[in-house]
Nanobody, 115 residues
Framework: QVQLVESGGGLAQAGGSRRLSCTASGYIIPINTMGWYRRAPGKQRELVEAITRDGITTYADSVKGRFTSSRDNARNTVYLQMNSLKPEGTAVYYC?????????WGQGTQVTVSS
């Protein structure tokens, strides 16, 4: 069973930064386009960013210019650098394949942004 493990969340003030990481138990990340998703309280999970195997990224309009994803295929890891955080960014953040997520989801990592 594939395991996805997200880390790096925590409490941040508005305007602050956090860097999230995601690793996988299997050889998943290097061969797939990966997405960062988030689920805010009372809302459905949404895509935040996607990054192809070659590092080409697609951003949701709500985070464009503030969030940057990257990947280290050798380390089987993807990252999400989040700058200029806003309170509406409070959510549980997940990584998974994109555009079709695997049925396996990790626990996610909670990011809480205080105003």
């Amino acid at each position: 069973q594939v395991q996805l493990v997200e880390s790096g969340g925590g409490l941040a003030q508005a305007g602050g930064s956090r860097r999230l990481s995601c690793t996988a138990s299997g050889y998943i990340i290097p061969i797939n386009t990966m997405g960062w998703y988030r689920r805010a309280p009372g809302k459905q999970r949404e895509l935040v960013e996607a990054i192809t195997r070659d590092g080409i990224t697609t951003y949701a309009d709500s985070v464009k210019g503030r969030f940057t994803s990257s990947r280290d295929n050798a380390r089987n890891t993807v990252y999400l650098q989040m700058n200029s955080l806003k309170p509406e960014g409070t959510a549980v953040y997940y990584c998974n394949t994109y555009p079709t997520p695997m049925i396996y989801w990790g626990q996610g990592t909670q990011v809480t942004v205080s105003s």
